[in-house]
């Protein structure tokens, strides 16, 4: 059974970085794409970045482009997602989970307990 554990969120203010990580356990990750994935208080999950299996491919939803960059390091079974310029709208539950190119969740995997993002205005 495959696990994610996501870690590396926090407490910031408005402008500052994050580096989130995501760790899965048991079958390698690196056949499959990744996607970084958040949930505001109130809103629905929403879909953040994504990466292929080998990293060859990137996409983004448009309010953290040119912010945020989603990399892996598949000989660690690690996925990150650094975040720089952060905003207050950024603040959520930070996911990772398996994900059909481009942003498609995979079923079968349990999400993980995500990573609490806080930005402060």
């Known amino acids: 059974q495959v696990q994610l554990v996501e870690s590396g969120g926090g407490l910031v203010q408005a402008g500052g970085s994050l580096r989130l990580a995501c760790a899965a356990s048991?079958?390698?990750?690196?056949?499959?794409?990744m996607g970084w994935f958040r949930q505001a208080p109130g809103k629905e999950r929403e879909f953040v970045a994504g990466i292929t299996a080998n990293g060859d491919a990137t996409n983004y939803i448009d309010s953290v482009k040119g912010r945020f960059t989603i990399s892996r390091d598949n000989t660690k079974n690690t996925v990150y997602l650094q975040m720089n310029s952060l905003r207050p709208e950024d603040t959520a539950v930070y996911y990772c989970h398996r994900i059909f190119w481009p942003r498609t969740v995979i079923d079968g995997v349990d999400w993980g307990q995500g990573t609490q993002v806080t930005v402060s205005s």
């Open positions: 048991g079958r390698p990750s690196g056949i499959y794409s």
